[in-house]
C-alpha cells in the first residue's frame, strides 16, 4: 500500500512540477502537443510495417536457376550477400525496436507534456534511424551493383539471370528507405515538440 | 518516506532551476548549457575534419596497377563505382554544411538559452546525419565486396591487385563513420539541452 501512495505520489507531483513552471495551466498548451503524439503513433505504426515488411521481403528473396546442372546449381539468395544479411537482421532489429517504442509512444498521448518519456524516445529513435539507414544504404549499393554491375572490377550484373531475386531485394531496398524516412520525420516532429516543453 | 522527500526536493529544485530561464532569467541555469554549446562546437570541428577527410581520401584513391599493355590499361578510381562516388559527394555535402553549422553553433554559446538555433542544429543535424550514414554504408558495403567478393555472383575480390586503392578507400569510409558517431553524439547532446528549455 505504502509504495502504491508513493509512487502515484511521486509522479503526480512530478507532473505538476513539470507543467506548472511553463505556463501555469498545463491544458492549453495540450491540444497540438497531443495531436503530434497521435500522428507519431501513427508514424510509428507504418514505420514497423515497413521494417518489417522490408526484412521479410529480403529474407525471402531466393532464387534457383532453372537451368542447373546434378553438380552445380545457381542459386541466389539473401545470405550470399553479407549487406543482405546485415539488412534483415538489421531491420528485422529496427521493427521490433518500433514495436517496443510502441507504449511510450502511447504514454506522450496520455501525457503530452511529460518530457521523460519523449526524450527516451528521441534518443532511441536516433540510434535505430542511423541503423535503418545503414542498412538500406548498403543494401542498396549491392542492389545496384547486382543491377549495373561494375566493369572495372570485373563484375557482371546478375539481374540478367536473377530477375525474381533482384526485384525482391530492390522492394526490399525501397522499403526500408521508406522507414527511413517516417523514422526522419518522427524524430524531426518529436524534436519540435520538445523544444516547446 | 525520508528518501522520497529528499528525491523530491531535489529534482524540484532541478526543475525549477531549469525552467526558470524560459520566464525571464536567463543567467542561473547557463553554465551547462554553455559546456554543452562548447562541447558541441569542438565535436563539430572535428566532424568537419572527419567528413572532408573521408570524402578527400576518397576522391584521391586511385590507382594504376604497373603491368598495363599498351591498349589495356588496368585502373581502379573512386569515379568508377557509383557508391564511392555518392560517398565523395555527399561527404564533401556533409563536411560543406557542418562549416556553415558553425556560426549557429557559435551563437549557442553566446546564448545558451536560444532555443532557435539549436532546434534549427537538431534538425538540419539529423538530416546530414542520414546522409552521412548513407554514404557511409554504402562505401562499406562496396569496400565489403572488393576485399571480399562474393562467389555466389562471380563477382572476385579487386583488393589482391589493388592494395592500394583498397586501403585508401577503407580509410576513407572508416573516417566517414567517424564523422556518423560525432554527428549522432551532437545530436543526441542537443536533444538532452533542447528538453530543459
Not at 536457376?65 to 553479407?82: C, G, I, M, R, V
Not at 517496443?100 to 501525457?111: A, M, Q, W
Request: aromatic share 12%.
Amino acid at each position: 500500500m505504502s509504495t502504491t501512495i508513493e509512487v502515484g505520489e511521486s509522479s503526480s507531483r512530478k507532473v505538476s512540477k513539470e507543467k506548472t513552471p511553463l505556463i501555469g495551466a498545463p491544458k492549453r498548451a495540450g491540444g497540438w502537443k497531443k495531436g503530434v503524439a497521435i500522428i507519431d503513433f501513427i508514424l510509428r505504426l507504418g514505420a514497423i510495417a515497413s521494417a518489417f515488411g522490408a526484412a521479410a521481403t529480403m529474407a525471402m528473396a531466393d532464387e534457383v536457376l532453372p537451368f542447373f546442372t546434378q553438380f552445380l546449381k545457381f542459386e541466389a539468395s539473401y545470405d550470399n550477400f553479407t549487406a543482405f544479411q546485415f539488412f534483415v537482421i538489421s531491420m528485422a532489429f529496427v521493427g521490433g525496436y518500433l514495436v517496443l517504442s510502441l507504449p511510450f509512444s502511447i504514454v506522450t498521448i496520455i501525457r503530452p507534456h511529460a518530457v521523460g518519456p519523449r526524450l527516451f524516445l528521441i534518443i532511441l529513435d536516433m540510434v535505430f534511424l542511423t541503423v535503418a539507414t545503414a542498412s538500406a544504404a548498403a543494401g542498396a549499393a549491392v542492389v545496384y551493383l547486382a543491377h549495373n554491375g561494375n566493369q572495372d572490377s570485373n563484375w557482371l550484373a546478375i539481374c540478367n539471370q536473377f530477375t525474381d531475386f533482384c526485384q525482391q531485394t530492390s522492394g526490399a531496398v525501397i522499403s526500408a528507405f521508406v522507414s527511413v524516412v517516417l523514422l526522419l520525420f518522427l524524430v524531426i516532429m518529436t524534436a519540435v515538440a520538445l523544444r516547446s516543453h
